[in-house]
């Protein structure tokens, strides 16, 4: 060993010790005939003393910053304390030094604040991880790892590892493949999810299953996504959504406890898909605030059991686009006094190409009881007053409202309602608000082939009370214009989303386990016999042989990560992330290969 | 819930409980108007008693095996106890029941003696995963898995994910490659362990790293061999090889006293490469027992340190093959009194073509003294006492002696002596052989290319002592029939292995750290500049920035997982094992992709 301690460890009460380190040198501040180096590793930073005797050895082998040195010498009480570091009562009078290895000058700091851009932190990632702020990330990674291991542990659930060559069977998103030489011709296929696999471990009675497992997906990469990423991946058998919210919301505050110290003891809340994008907008709702839609005008196709507060015809003047469009306000809080200028700023927001809208209309509710608005000319103050009542606001709110066709409409106003909550700090990094999503549609209208997708994957059960609406109706859609109206539009699914503090961090279902059910699921996607035996024959086998009611849910664990670590990126907690062309630019990945490896493979290039 | 209580779970204390239960029909055992059902799930079998009233209904609903069903009942004290399970005690006496699913007659018996052959239980993997045999497997499994991870949290290791989409570096074995969408023309490779990127965690002073993880090799799969695997992974900084193996063979004493109850407190031994190829014949030598090898003659270039006991003269005639042969011989204890016929078939053993000797030479040392040989024409009985000595005999034991080219009669030796050992019963998988192989080799020498290649791989350190020999002589090889006595011939490594009854469990080194040597090696290995910097120059790089002096180790996951479990087949102890083709018959995968996929890579297949 190159050390009797680390570099974190050394007390007060090691005094007089004679101990030895090993680290990289933080920093070097020379005060006359003495020198003190800061010593880093792992787990902290010492500070040591070189004395006039070794100074003169220091220079004659000087020192740079991240060389790597061995010292040996003695603790001693710092006249100088240090209160904001574990060992800054202390520092080391060094009797000898080795140094282990040079370091040229680093491209960038070693800090909190670097001063290397996000390419060249990236290029040079084996540094940047050197960083104690990306060390946090990765250490508190390992924290949840571990954290979510051990309660699964404790609650029966066994790690059972399955295979990453497997078949091709896009759905959805695109494999990536993996030409095999031995079967000529023939491709494997890196798993989207061990979706499959861990069904077939519950026919096979395991009962409990987990995996902390990497997934491929090749899609566009957007921002922060990731090619790999990484799930926490569960199943159980004979269970109910209830069974299974439980555990799992019990999974989420362990790890809240374990890695944050915080005891989250509220009952998780729970809202319908339908009532989330209602009061939302969107499906993911950020509950630590409130603020929610107020819905004037809407589209009835879209919310089937929900009333308009107002005739459409109330809102038929230009500011919103004429009728017919859907109407949704939102109320914000003690904003009453936004000036003209904030108002225009806001207008501007919300007519970016990102949100999309034409315009926005707003009404002050003045603390004085009165109203001013964008809209006076159209309406008498009593409309006006009936409009703030109906967004349930109170004097000194600012109703901000958004009118056009309603899916866009809805999209802009849940994303202006997330834009003014974190205006106002609403959105606190440091307060963390879970909530279950539920009942789902089952389906998706896909215009482009006028057919239906599973939302959630093929695997998902429709809730009970639907399963005879499925059986009984060809899920052929013969007026496209009218899919709301196919009966399959509202079938609704036992799947369930977590969501935390506005993000999806993880998501599953009750699965379907009859052989019949789930061919009709597959013919409902438009899969034929012959490509549901092709594709999912094992599946449909293996439904044969006793398959039990079973369910599960898989997490983001990149994203709960990060959501943990109160950041937005996913990358900043992936030791070794790809950039948004999908290369690992300190590898340069992915690269040319040889000739000889195309010839064994039997493949060639065939660039457009 | 579809259950109070699993199956293993209903004691005597239970008895007046109203329960529900879920499984799967294990068994049916009519009496006249009762029934017995043994009712199977993860956790054990419980045995259900339908009366009469509940049997009519049963006749109605007929139940078959591996159906899933759901009782309601009252636990009972059985009148005939069954002392074999822990749930033998009782019964439930059912009220309800439920047919959760039917099952089709499975196509083999779910039982330990299943009738099933291994095509078809690979085809139904999923029923055979639910005989106890195999599902013991799965948790012995989990069990190692979740017991090294204990260890090595406790020892502040720190699991961190690395990437799996990486770069193509074929050296040694074969890559799967991975053809990327978005950078047309170029591949990403799956990692063949994370060995770079764990040396770049040391590097970014991550000092102690762990990962229990799958790693790919494209290689011509021998029996037992898969094309994905499992390792657990580990590397520490600021160490020297004596603090590798304390940890490690810590690590592997901890696996065997929470996995086996095993408290394995002897110290590991150690034996040098090269003793244990002259004294076994092999570097993973098997050490439950002794039969040593006896070099009676041998190849003085393999072994220089060494010292023959005979002339070479001495064995120079015909059942040794003439003059220059290595004649090697081992004393099975106790087999003085072996029949014509056992020698005879043991003849025909070491003649397979599998071991390839040209015959076996037998001396029986009678327990009366006396000698009885197959070369008694050629040798007085002093000569065969001298032999006898040489090869430690004692009365009663029988010399088995092979001759032939070194390295060939070598291996047969040591093949015979593990045959012997077996036959003999002196290999009992309950008994647990550590063995740490040290001082390997650093080069093997490549004959087709007469260069050399890294025994283990191209990061691992020579020997200190060595370095110099490394620096300061160039790698090329001017004589290839001299190739023994080039310097490179005798550098050893900073290496070990670990062997657990004669299996290579782990194995692994203290690493390169200093740029100038890792480029002296990449050179040794045949590697241009130019080369180096594209398969390593992140490697080469990171070297320049302050590496610490760093080592580790990789244990077999799936091996050490067979030997604990008594089995000799990795296969058994992995949920969906791919075939001796590298097939997975259950998913028939590899598979043909569309022409869409193969376009959107921008490749097509090359034929031959």
């Not at 659930?157 to 295979?163: K, L, R």
């Not at 017919?324 to 904003?335: D, H, Q, R, T």
């Not at 052989?515 to 013919?523: D, G, H, S, Y």
């Not at 293996?542 to 709960?560: C, K, M, Q, T, V």
Request: with cysteine; hydrophobic share 35%; net charge negative.
């Amino acid at each position: 060993m190159f050390r009797t301690h680390t570099c974190g460890e050394l007390r007060i009460e090691n005094i007089g010790q004679q101990i030895t380190l090993a680290g990289w040198v933080q920093t070097i501040r020379k005060f006359g005939a003495i020198t003190f180096i800061d010593l880093r590793d792992r787990y902290g930073i010492t500070q040591l003393l070189f004395g006039e005797e070794l100074n003169k050895q220091l220079e004659e082998n000087p020192l740079g910053r991240e060389y790597v040195l061995q010292v040996n010498g003695i603790v001693n009480e710092r006249s100088n304390k240090n209160k904001n570091i574990p060992t800054g009562d202390i520092e080391i009078t060094v009797s000898s030094f080795t140094i282990l290895n040079k370091s040229e000058v680093p491209p960038f700091t070693i800090q909190d604040d670097t001063d290397g851009g996000d390419d060249l932190r990236m290029k040079f990632r084996y540094l940047d991880l050197r960083r104690n702020a990306v060390k946090r990330n990765i250490e508190l990674r390992y924290a949840v790892n571990r954290s979510a291991r051990n309660y699964l542990h404790e609650n029966n659930f066994i790690d059972i590892e399955t295979p990453f060559l497997i078949k091709s069977t896009p759905e959805g998103a695109r494999d990536f493949v993996v030409p095999s030489r031995m079967n000529e011709g023939e491709f494997y296929a890196l798993p989207q999810s061990p979706q499959t696999f861990k069904q077939l471990l519950m026919v096979s009675g395991y009962d409990r299953y987990f995996q902390i497992v990497k997934c491929f997906r090749d899609e566009d990469l957007r921002a922060d996504r990731q090619p790999e990423f990484t799930q926490i991946d569960c199943e159980m058998s004979f269970v109910e959504q209830e069974d299974i919210l439980n555990m799992f919301e019990g999974l989420v505050k362990r790890i809240f406890k374990d890695v944050k110290g915080i005891n989250y003891s509220d009952a998780v809340e729970r809202i319908t898909w339908e009532e989330a994008m209602w009061q939302y907008g969107n499906d993911k709702p950020d509950t630590r605030f409130g603020m929610k839609i107020c819905n004037l005008v809407f589209d009835k196709n879209m919310f089937p059991s929900k009333e308009n507060f107002f005739d459409a015809e109330m809102f038929d003047i230009p500011p919103f686009g004429g009728k017919g469009a859907s109407v949704l306000a939102i109320a914000v809080p003690n904003c009453s006094e936004y000036t003209r200028k904030q108002i225009d700023e806001l207008t501007e927001w919300v007519k970016r190409p990102q949100v999309g809208m034409k315009g926005l209309v707003f009404i002050k509710c003045n603390t004085d009881g009165t109203f001013k608005s964008s809209i006076d000319k159209f309406y008498t103050p009593e409309q006006l007053k009936a409009i703030a009542e109906a967004a349930n606001t109170k004097a000194g709110d600012l109703i901000l409202i958004l009118a056009g066709a309603e899916e866009r409409t809805r999209k802009a106003i849940s994303e202006l309602r997330l834009e003014m909550g974190k205006r106002l700090g609403l959105r606190n990094e440091n307060e963390f608000k879970l909530l279950w999503v539920l009942d789902f549609p089952l389906f998706e209208y896909a215009e482009e082939e006028n057919r239906w997708v599973a939302r959630h994957h093929p695997f998902t059960s429709p809730k009970p009370s639907d399963i005879d609406t499925m059986i009984n109706n060809s899920p052929v859609i013969e007026n496209a214009a009218e899919y709301l109206k196919h009966p399959y539009a509202n079938i609704k699914a036992n799947a369930y989303d977590m969501v935390l503090n506005g993000n999806e961090i993880g998501g599953g279902s009750i699965r379907i386990y009859q052989k019949a059910l789930q061919q009709k699921m597959f013919e409902a996607l438009g899969m034929n016999e012959e490509e549901q035996q092709h594709k999912f024959g094992f599946l449909l086998g293996a439904f044969e042989y006793g398959a039990p009611p079973h369910g599960g849910i898989a997490f983001g664990f990149d994203r709960l990560c990060a959501i943990l670590g109160g950041s937005e990126s996913i990358r900043d907690f992936i030791a070794f992330p790809k950039n948004n062309s999908g290369r690992d630019v300190m590898l340069d990945a992915p690269s040319s290969i040889d000739e000889k490896q195309l010839n064994e493979l039997q493949i060639k290039l065939d660039l457009k």
